[in-house]
């Protein structure tokens, strides 16, 4: 009992976390935007009010961010569609088992009802 408690806790401390599960390239392209709204931001901020240095970083790093969060759709969209597959396959799976069920238990038990009846 103990142990089926416990096997939750195990698997999740051992799972990688989300940011390990990213690909490489994703992180590199935030850090690139992110870089670049600071670097903007900074060089902003002494000439202007903070909401006008932060809406001038954001245009101005406009590309980098575009990267960021077409990678990210990209990513996305690879994981639905592997989800996708991966269903398929266990719906498939699931088939299959049902036809086996039916031709090792049921037919014969209803043929054997059949001939019970006539």
């Known amino acids: 009992m103990r142990m089926t408690l416990c096997l939750?806790?195990?698997?999740l401390a051992?799972?990688?976390?989300?940011?390990e599960t990213r690909p490489p390239g994703?992180?590199?392209?935030?850090a690139r935007w992110h870089g670049c709204v600071r670097e903007i931001y900074d060089r902003e901020r002494s000439s202007q009010s903070k909401?006008?240095?932060q809406l001038s970083a954001l245009d101005?790093?406009?590309q980098h961010e575009d990267?960021?969060?077409a990678a990210i759709l990209d990513t996305q969209a690879a994981e639905e569609k592997a989800a996708?597959?991966?269903?398929?396959t266990l719906t498939a799976r699931a088939k299959a088992w049902a036809a086996s069920v039916l031709g090792y238990v049921v037919d014969p038990v209803s043929s054997w009802l059949g001939a019970v009846t006539h």
């Open 8 to 11: 939750p806790f195990l698997i």
């Open 14 to 19: 051992c799972s990688p976390s989300e940011a």
């Open 26 to 30: 994703l992180s590199s392209l935030e």
């Open 51 to 53: 909401a006008a240095s």
């Open 60 to 62: 101005a790093c406009k």
């Open 67 to 69: 990267a960021y969060v």
């Open 84 to 88: 996708q597959r991966q269903g398929r």
